[in-house]
């Protein structure tokens, strides 16, 4: 038996035959377009009537939920199919394809062919080919459900200017109204010589306007991102089946502006960057930081993930990663921790939240639960800040706010009744861990294998990057068996150390230490990058005259243009000064000393990070020594 037709309707829903498990709902219907959406996830996707028809009479597409009135009967669509071969034949065969003559010698033809016992006339082919070839050569066109006036309004001709006219005038970014589109049709009028009588009333426009997929028409006026946002239902709930299964990442800018401890100047609005627990909405991770999201951020979310067990804190190494779709999720760093941790990235759509809909609503949560609570907030929108002057009444560290954060989460958050799974998330993550215990890394695991990994050559002991040297003995004797190119693995946000992979035994690790660590001491590779171009500017007997101090002296000048609201012309440089009381008062005193030169001046011993004398079951090299 031949397949019911479809009447393409918003709601239809339905698969196709190759991939079942994908279902797909209609959202909008025009004359030349069917726009439909999966029902997991709301992406959108277009196709033709006649396409559609087709692929549903192959049986490539099948139906899911159409109430009856959305199909027609089998019944009812062999008078469909019967009106459609006399139109097709006759568009196919004949020249003039309405001419009577010409049809009142095939319509006979094709009665007999099909055992048509009454043929049409010729009178009624010609209109069925008129209204089919009117409306695009869809042959639900043919059927004789309409009332009232069927004829066209206007000429093609008036259409068609009428069409330009939507398309060039109303369907801008800018605000315009079915006015507008008249006013262009009237001189599109004059200049071709039409009578101003044949112009539509303004109420005709509009309803003509009506009828454009409102889809469409938000896309072109607001964007495509904003338009998939609006006409995308939140769609299925993500399931997670155990603790840890699938995990979320995204990066946030906290309502509140933070201060320097030292000078007390605002310095700007810091980011989280933050991980939840799907199943239990436990938070697993966080970084808050005054740089945006990067790579480097995001790295130091996974590092305080796999190693919180050792704090007793919700954590540990997760199945799954939802991270958002931005540029710092798109690097060989994260795949290569993915890859070593065995963890599955599935990364969300761009611009959809709701790929992500349990970190976005935990952000709401937190900005309502306590970030607005706290002095110096910017609140949601300049409406809701009114005369309240932010940035004068800031009085919160970057470590305080740390350290509010932290309590909510862990006393207040983690304590509270979640409203979708009605239990609170401490106690939900306590009975999953109790059969699965989640696995994690040490701290010392961790902080070699979250970096950045770059392929550089061993020269005389040291690998150069980014213009810094690292020394290690034990390079030499990789040098010495014929080994020219290593791995390093970099922390962006502390240059004073890199860590080498041995590419003969890959699990030993060497430590290389900066042969300028007065100057990479606690230095950031956005700060680094900042001394570089200050550096290039110079001329090189400027450099000359400097001498080997150079770098001290540039990061020196760097950290007073800062401190003399260098901030204020370039914004990405606010972070920079949160490193600068320390430093600066280091660089001054080791570059103006008068009783020691700074080349034999030696280094704090506080400021000496605890050595490292093991990575789990590696053995890690330091000056050629274990």
């Not at 509270?416 to 009605?422: A, W």
Request: aromatic share 8%.
């Amino acid at each position: 038996m031949e397949n019911s037709l479809f009447i393409p309707q918003p709601g239809f829903r339905f698969y196709f035959k190759a991939h079942p498990d994908y279902i797909f709902e209609i959202g909008s219907i025009t004359y030349n377009a069917i726009r439909y959406a999966a029902i997991a996830g709301g992406k959108s996707f277009s196709i033709t009537p006649n396409e559609f028809e087709s692929r549903y009479k192959l049986g490539e597409i099948l139906c899911v939920f159409a109430p009856e009135k959305l199909i027609i009967n089998p019944k009812y669509s062999l008078e469909l199919h019967r009106k459609e071969r006399y139109v097709v034949n006759a568009l196919q065969l004949l020249e003039h394809p309405t001419s009577i003559n010409l049809l009142s010698e095939l319509i006979p033809q094709i009665a007999s062919d099909i055992n048509d016992l009454n043929p049409p006339s010729c009178r009624t082919v010609a209109r069925w080919i008129n209204k089919y070839k009117s409306s695009s050569q869809n042959k639900l066109c043919l059927q004789n459900k309409y009332s009232g006036n069927r004829s066209l309004r206007f000429s093609p001709e008036i259409y068609q200017i009428l069409n330009q006219a939507i398309n060039e005038v109303y369907l801008k970014p800018e605000y315009r109204s079915g006015k507008d589109v008249q006013a262009y049709m009237l001189g599109r009028f004059m200049e071709q010589g039409i009578p101003l009588e044949q112009l539509p009333t303004l109420r005709s426009i509009q309803r003509h306007i009506k009828k454009l997929d409102p889809y469409i028409e938000f896309k072109m006026k607001k964007g495509s991102r904003i338009a998939k946002k609006k006409f995308q239902a939140a769609g299925k709930s993500i399931i997670s089946r155990f603790a840890l299964y699938m995990v979320e990442i995204d990066t946030h800018y906290l309502d509140l502006i933070v201060i320097d401890p030292k000078t007390k100047l605002a310095l700007g609005r810091p980011f989280l960057a933050c991980a939840i627990d799907i199943y239990s909405r436990a938070i697993v991770g966080t970084y808050i930081n005054m740089y945006p999201p990067s790579a480097a951020t995001t790295l130091e979310v996974i590092k305080d993930m796999i190693t919180r067990p050792n704090q007793k804190l919700p954590g540990g190494i997760p199945s799954i990663v939802i991270p958002d779709n931005g540029v710092e999720f798109k690097n060989n760093a994260l795949e290569r921790v993915c890859e070593q941790l065995k963890i599955t990235l599935t990364p969300s759509q761009v611009g959809t939240p709701n790929n992500k809909p349990h970190i976005e609503r935990f952000f709401s949560t937190l900005t309502h639960g306590i970030i607005q609570k706290l002095p110096g907030t910017t609140f949601s929108n300049p409406t809701n800040r009114g005369e309240y002057n932010s940035s004068k009444i800031a009085q919160l560290t970057l470590e305080q706010l740390k350290q509010y954060i932290d309590t909510w989460i862990h006393q207040v958050y983690h304590r509270s009744i979640h409203h979708t799974t009605g239990r609170s998330p401490i106690i939900m993550w306590q009975d999953a861990i109790e059969d699965i215990r989640p696995s994690f890394l040490t701290d010392i695991d961790a902080k070699i294998l979250c970096r950045r990994p770059i392929e550089r050559s061993i020269n005389h002991g040291q690998v150069r990057v980014d213009g810094i040297s690292y020394f290690s003995h034990a390079l030499t004797t990789l040098q010495a068996k014929g080994i020219k190119k290593v791995t390093v693995l970099i922390d962006d946000l502390n240059l004073n150390e890199v860590f080498i992979i041995d590419p003969n035994n890959k699990d030993v690790i060497i430590q290389a230490d900066s042969t300028n660590q007065d100057y990479t001491f606690g230095l950031t590779r956005v700060t680094h990058l900042e001394v570089q171009k200050l550096k290039k500017i110079q001329s090189r007997s400027d450099k000359q005259k400097i001498g080997s101090m150079s770098d001290l002296y540039y990061l020196y000048k760097l950290m007073h243009e800062i401190q003399t609201n260098l901030v204020r012309r370039k914004p990405r440089l606010k972070p920079l000064t949160l490193e600068l009381p320390k430093q600066l008062q280091r660089i001054e005193e080791q570059l103006f000393s008068k009783d020691k030169d700074i080349a034999e001046q030696a280094v704090s011993t506080i400021n000496i990070p605890t050595p490292i004398n093991q990575f789990g079951s590696l053995e890690v090299f330091k000056h050629g020594k274990i």
